[in-house]
């Protein structure tokens, strides 16, 4: 009865799994790294230049069109019918400078018989002077209209990208009122949103380096086109635009691109590791160092002097060299000495890398 009342042994736990990476060389430009999406450096608001309602549609979002191409159209009856009265309007004006000069003329011949006086026949010139004048109002009155009912279609004026579409067939829309975005063929450049403190820098910068999402290994050259002359109410940055020089074939507008500005200073070595391998011990920063023990790993505690954190990892300056593993995850949970199975990640990861000195940019 006792020995059936004794608690059962625990049963010993196997090894923990860490995720671990192990840090190698790669070709990556030290220096701060700001995300930021790949556009047109001319982009058009397309409108209709008269109140109507739209009744086809002719592309979609990301069509390729040319100039002149036919975009969409709106209901052209009331423009059809003003060009209608514009025309008769210049006829009637037409008929009355057609009866006014013959006035005129029949009262020269009754002046020179001396049977009316001088004064009707100035009357009747002034008539001739007004007709005339009223023929080219109504002259111009027409043109403007039969110009607006050519305003019922909406084409383009340039090549490019249908990038946006704010309109859709029924609806009544305003004139001027944005119908569609246009992006022009030609240069294009990445819009990045950059803090106060590295505006001195951006400016001195002849060129920078441009790697796109699709592509990170390719290394685009560009340069600093524009810097916003005030910084956004809301994030306090300012909005630079980076022209690409050299663009690739692959490069599409909306693609998600880092721009890079080199630190010199970085430049002279260190490391990119994963932020979540990055954590704080004893006020200074540290990571996980694995040491291999067979099949298993101990980690060792390593403090490291990070000189920067980046979207893409943190730049490691001190405290680890290319070669060695560390923990990648679930750093808070590791205790030193633990007997701990490695994990490789599903695929090779781009965030742990050393940053080459003297990489290209």
Same mark, same amino acid.
């Given at each position: 009865?006792?020995?059936?009342?004794?608690?059962?042994?625990?049963?010993?736990?196997?090894?923990?799994?860490?995720?671990?990476?192990?840090?190698?060389?790669?070709?990556?430009?030290?220096?701060?790294?700001?995300?930021?999406?790949?556009?047109?450096?001319?982009?058009?608001? +397309?409108?209709?230049?008269?109140? &109507?309602? *739209?009744?086809?549609?002719?592309?979609? #979002? %990301?069509? $390729? /069109? =040319?100039?002149?191409?036919?975009?969409?159209?709106?209901?052209?009856?009331?423009?059809?019918?003003?060009?209608?009265?514009?025309?008769?309007?210049?006829?009637?004006?037409?008929?009355?400078?057609?009866?006014?000069?013959?006035?005129?003329?029949?009262?020269?011949?009754?002046?020179?018989?001396?049977?009316?006086?001088?004064?009707?026949?100035?009357?009747?010139?002034?008539?001739?002077?007004?007709?005339?004048?009223?023929?080219?109002?109504?002259?111009?009155?027409?043109?403007?209209?039969?110009?607006?009912?050519?305003?019922?279609? +909406?084409?383009?004026?340039?090549? &490019?990208? *249908?990038?946006?579409?704010?309109?859709? #067939? %029924?609806? $009544? /829309? =305003?004139?001027?009122?944005?119908?569609?975005?246009?992006?022009?063929?030609?240069?294009?450049?990445?819009?990045?949103?950059?803090?106060?403190?590295?505006?001195?820098?951006?400016?001195?910068?002849?060129?920078?380096?441009?790697?796109?999402?699709?592509?990170?290994?390719?290394?685009?050259?560009?340069?600093?086109?524009?810097?916003?002359?005030?910084?956004?109410?809301?994030?306090?940055?300012?909005?630079?635009?980076?022209?690409?020089?050299?663009?690739?074939?692959?490069?599409?507008?909306?693609?998600?691109?880092?721009?890079?500005?080199?630190?010199?200073?970085?430049?002279?070595?260190?490391?990119?590791?994963?932020?979540?391998?990055?954590?704080?011990?004893?006020?200074?920063?540290?990571?996980?160092?694995?040491?291999?023990?067979?099949?298993?790993?101990?980690?060792?505690?390593?403090?490291?002097?990070?000189?920067?954190?980046?979207?893409?990892?943190?730049?490691?300056?001190?405290?680890?060299?290319?070669?060695?593993?560390?923990?990648?995850?679930?750093?808070?949970?590791?205790?030193?000495?633990?007997?701990?199975?490695?994990?490789?990640?599903?695929?090779?990861?781009?965030?742990?890398?050393?940053?080459?000195?003297?990489?290209?940019?």
């Amino acid at each position: 009865l006792l020995s059936a009342c004794s608690k059962p042994q625990p049963v010993a736990e196997g090894p923990r799994p860490v995720m671990v990476q192990k840090l190698a060389l790669s070709s990556v430009q030290a220096g701060a790294l700001y995300s930021g999406e790949v556009r047109a450096r001319y982009e058009s608001d +397309l409108a209709f230049r008269i109140t &109507g309602k *739209i009744i086809e549609r002719k592309v979609d #979002v %990301g069509a $390729v /069109v =040319k100039p002149g191409q036919l975009l969409a159209r709106l209901d052209p009856s009331d423009a059809g019918l003003n060009a209608e009265a514009a025309r008769a309007q210049l006829a009637a004006a037409q008929n009355e400078l057609t009866y006014a000069k013959a006035e005129v003329e029949r009262y020269r011949d009754l002046v020179a018989k001396n049977f009316v006086s001088r004064s009707v026949l100035d009357a009747k010139e002034t008539s001739f002077k007004s007709a005339a004048a009223r023929v080219e109002q109504a002259r111009a009155q027409a043109t403007v209209a039969g110009n607006q009912a050519g305003y019922t279609s +909406l084409v383009a004026d340039q090549a &490019g990208v *249908i990038t946006a579409i704010t309109a859709e #067939v %029924g609806q $009544v /829309v =305003k004139d001027s009122a944005v119908v569609m975005k246009l992006a022009r063929d030609g240069e294009r450049e990445v819009l990045i949103a950059v803090p106060e403190s590295r505006i001195g820098e951006l400016k001195k910068a002849g060129r920078v380096e441009v790697r796109l999402w699709t592509q990170p290994d390719v290394a685009l050259a560009g340069r600093v086109r524009e810097i916003a002359p005030s910084a956004d109410a809301a994030t306090r940055t300012y909005a630079v635009r980076v022209s690409i020089v050299d663009p690739l074939p692959a490069l599409q507008l909306g693609m998600t691109a880092n721009v890079v500005l080199a630190d010199a200073a970085a430049s002279a070595g260190g490391l990119l590791v994963p932020i979540t391998a990055v954590f704080e011990h004893g006020g200074a920063s540290a990571v996980w160092v694995m040491q291999a023990e067979g099949e298993l790993v101990k980690p060792v505690l390593r403090k490291v002097t990070v000189r920067q954190y980046r979207e893409d990892g943190a730049l490691i300056s001190t405290g680890l060299a290319a070669g060695e593993t560390i923990a990648a995850a679930g750093v808070h949970k590791i205790i030193a000495g633990q007997a701990l199975r490695p994990v490789a990640p599903a695929r090779p990861a781009a965030a742990p890398m050393a940053v080459r000195p003297g990489a290209a940019s």
